[in-house]
């Protein structure tokens, strides 16, 4: 009898009939390696919203693990269950990490299953309310006037906020402009931001925008190609380009993840339940209120998502070589 029964279990998981229960009674969780408030745990709940009304049954919950710039979070994931119950929303620092980290517990393209590309969020430079800039070029001109004498938040090394403050003071040409303050993630450094504690930061627009309208923070600059010109708070700054920082474009892409070996069935459902959210126009609407690029292109697709990863980790790891002397 007993055979029969684990005959009868083994074809039930083979055939498929186990991805068609997904996801069952059990939660989904998307693992998000920063604090809750930031813009990470901000697209990873908005994105559960959206998906609990295009999966099933599918009741998508967030759990925050931060720490190591995303690093702990990852390896997690990795090493999770993989039935399609534990998922990770991660952003650039998938691909950057592997450039900053002597070891990271995983490996990138081949730990993990792609499921499918998220949004695209560009980012700003700020500041501290009492900091006495207003413009780009009084901000930068107070930087190099002040070098070792302030400092920059970031939500750890591999984090969007570190990669973006490393390349932007590598274009400064002055190692001891700023010292460097890791965070749990930019939700606590904007907090510190706001209080005056630290001084300057980068960090995506899902995390400024409504300070900046407040009045919380300064902002100077963002890091896109060209001026946010359509967002009716952010147009109002140069992009860093404009400023004369040549060929300084930089965007904050997040992905969806889920373990290596996770059945075809369930990644399928998955990734099916991901296209109709980033079609979802509640989603979009949140997204775009705060400068985000909802991805509608081939990079919603697993296969084309995780070319991609592969692509940005040679571009970014070349990037950071170069501003390299001033990663700390
Ligand atoms: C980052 O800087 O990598 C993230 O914006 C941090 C966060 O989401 O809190």
């Known amino acids: 009898m007993k055979q029969w029964i684990a005959l009868t279990a083994l074809a039930v998981f083979t055939t498929g009939a186990y991805a068609q229960a997904f ?10 390696p920063f604090a809750a408030g930031g813009p990470t745990d901000r697209v ?9 009304k295009f999966v099933p049954g599918g009741n998508f919950v967030v759990e925050n693990t931060a720490g190591a710039g995303g690093t702990i979070a990852a390896t997690k994931v990795a090493k999770a269950n993989p039935d399609g119950h534990t998922l990770l929303v991660w952003h650039i620092g998938m691909a950057a990490t592997p450039a900053l980290y002597r070891k990271i517990q995983y490996k990138p393209l081949e730990d993990f299953e792609y499921l499918g590309m998220i949004n695209e969020v560009p980012m700003t430079l700020v500041g501290k309310p ?3 800039a207003n413009t780009y070029r009084d901000f930068e001109n107070y930087i190099r006037a002040n070098a070792g004498k302030l400092n920059i938040a970031h939500a750890g090394l591999g984090s969007a906020s570190h ?4 390349l932007w003071q590598s274009t400064l040409q002055s190692k001891d402009a700023m010292t460097t303050i890791p965070f749990g993630g930019t939700a606590p450094a904007m907090t510190a931001l706001m209080g005056g504690q630290v001084d300057v930061m980068c960090d995506q627009t899902t995390n400024t925008t409504a300070q900046i309208e407040a ?3 300064k902002a100077f600059a963002v890091t896109t190609a060209k001026p946010l010109s359509g967002h009716p708070v952010l147009r109002h700054y140069p992009s860093l380009q404009e400023m004369g920082l040549k060929g300084f474009d930089l965007t904050i892409w997040h992905g969806l993840y889920a373990p290596k070996g996770t059945p075809a069935a369930v990644l399928q459902t998955l990734n099916e339940g991901l296209k109709k959210a980033l079609k979802d126009p509640e989603f979009i609407k949140k997204q775009e209120g705060l400068g985000a690029v909802v991805v509608t292109d081939k990079r919603v697709e697993p296969a084309e998502h995780k070319k991609f990863v592969a692509a940005e980790m040679t571009k970014i790891k070349a990037a950071v070589d170069a501003a390299g002397k001033y990663a700390d």
């Open 130 to 132: 009492q900091l006495p």
């Open 23 to 32: 996801p069952g009674s059990k939660p989904v969780t998307f693992v998000v």
């Open 215 to 217: 009045g919380r923070i």
């Open 163 to 166: 990669i973006c403050g490393l």
């Open 44 to 52: 990873a709940r908005d994105l559960a919203e959206a998906m609990r």
